[in-house]
């Protein structure tokens, strides 16, 4: 069981998950600060000094000044601006993944062409020979000008 564990953890494709989660949970740091202390202001002005990150309802029905004073006093609430903050720190990371792909893609080979359909016998419907004139399954004359695919 060591010795599976030991190839699993040295394969590249391991590796590379590692790395990719690393760099994928900073980037996410990345984006959220963006989000939160430059994207989100400047929009919570625009739409009348709203701080995202402090809208929520109140489940008691008490009135509090803030989301830190509800939590304190340990009501329940709904923290929906902070919902919101999440939402659009999703989909600033999945354009950005979706252009980086499309870069990447843009590198990658061509897919070869598929091949083509097999050349079939127009009386037994059998595979023959691209080249074949007679049809060795059921002896019809299979000309060029009578084949059909």
């Known amino acids: 069981m060591f010795d599976e564990w030991k190839k699993f953890l040295s394969r590249g494709n391991f590796i590379d998950l590692a790395t990719g ?3 994928g949970a900073a980037f996410s740091k990345i984006v959220s600060s ?3 202390d430059i ?3 400047p929009l919570g002005l625009l739409i009348g000094k709203i701080d995202f990150s402090n809208l929520f309802i109140s489940l ?3 009135s509090y000044s803030s989301l830190a004073a ?3 006093a340990g009501a329940p609430v709904i923290a929906y ?3 919101l903050n999440v939402c659009l720190d999703f ?3 999945a354009t950005a993944i979706f252009i980086l792909i ?3 893609n843009r590198f990658m080979p061509a897919p070869p062409p598929p091949a083509p359909d097999p050349r079939k016998c127009p009386y037994c419907k059998e595979t023959v020979a691209d080249d074949a004139t007679k049809c060795p399954h059921c002896a019809s004359d299979i000309s060029a000008s009578v084949v059909s695919k």
Request: glycine residues 8%.
């Open 60 to 62: 008691t029905g008490e």
């Open 81 to 83: 601006g902070a919902f």
């Open 34 to 36: 963006f989000t939160a």
């Open 21 to 23: 989660m690393v760099i």
């Open 91 to 93: 989909v600033i990371v």
């Open 102 to 104: 499309k870069q990447i």
């Open 70 to 72: 509800a939590k304190e």
């Open 39 to 41: 994207l989100m202001p």
